[in-house]
C-alpha cells in the first residue's frame, strides 16, 4: 500500500504562484509515476501533469502547459506541483496520485485526500 498526503493548497491571487507537496509513504516511491489531477465544484476531475519513476519525462493538460511544472525528488519520496501564472479558473481540489505514467486516472492506483487551492481574482 501508499499513502499520499498533500499540502500547500490555499488561497492564491490571480496571476501568482502555489506550489503543492505531496509525501509518499509505504512503498519504494521511485517505482510509481506519479500525476496531479484536479476536480472543481460540479466537474469531473481532470489531469494536470504527470511525471514518470524517474522525473526524466513529464506531461501537462493543455490549460496549464507552460504555466505549472511537476517535478519529484525520490530521495524525498516526496512531488511537487509548481503553480504560476495561476488563473481563477484553476481553482479545484487537488489530488496527487501515484501509479502509471499518462493522463488516464485509470492508470493510478494510488489517491491521497485532495488539498484545496483557490484562486481570487
Known amino acids: 500500500q501508499v499513502q499520499l498526503v498533500e499540502s500547500g493548497g490555499g488561497l492564491g491571487q490571480a496571476g501568482g504562484s502555489l506550489r503543492l507537496s505531496c509525501a509518499a509513504s509505504?512503498?519504494?516511491?521511485?517505482?510509481?509515476?506519479m500525476g496531479w489531477f484536479r476536480q472543481a465544484p460540479g466537474k469531473e476531475r481532470e489531469f494536470v501533469a504527470s511525471?514518470?519513476?524517474?522525473?526524466?519525462?513529464?506531461s501537462y493538460a493543455d490549460s496549464v502547459s507552460g504555466r505549472f511544472t511537476i517535478s519529484r525528488a525520490n530521495a524525498k519520496n516526496t512531488v511537487y506541483l509548481q503553480m504560476n501564472s495561476l488563473k481563477p479558473e484553476d481553482t479545484a481540489v487537488y489530488y496527487c496520485?501515484?501509479?502509471?505514467?499518462?493522463?488516464?486516472?485509470?492508470?493510478?492506483?494510488?489517491w491521497g485526500q485532495g488539498t484545496q487551492v483557490t484562486v481570487s481574482s
Open positions: 511525471i514518470n519513476r524517474s522525473g526524466g519525462l513529464a
Open positions: 496520485a501515484g501509479g502509471s505514467y499518462g493522463s488516464s486516472r485509470e492508470g493510478y492506483n494510488y
Open positions: 509505504g512503498r519504494t516511491f521511485s517505482s510509481l509515476s
